[in-house]
């Protein structure tokens, strides 16, 4: 059996979705925050982007299984 094969957990992906959108949101706010300070946010800023990536797959994830 392959992991194609097993059930979809809806709550557990819809749950991970909760969890990246807070992730998200946060590290928004942080990098406003450094930003205004003059830190250098370049490294921040392709993580958020790696995390909104991830989001993303996990919203197109729930698409396909309704």
Request: glycine share 6%; net charge negative; aromatic share 10%.
């Amino acid at each position: 059996m392959t992991p194609h094969d097993q059930p979809i957990d809806l709550d557990q992906i819809r749950q991970k979705k909760s969890q990246l959108e807070q992730r998200l949101e946060d590290g928004y706010l942080r990098i406003g925050e450094a930003e205004l300070q003059g830190t250098d946010i370049s490294n921040w800023e392709q993580f958020w982007f790696s995390l909104l990536g991830e989001y993303e797959s996990v919203c197109d994830e729930l698409l396909a299984a309704a």
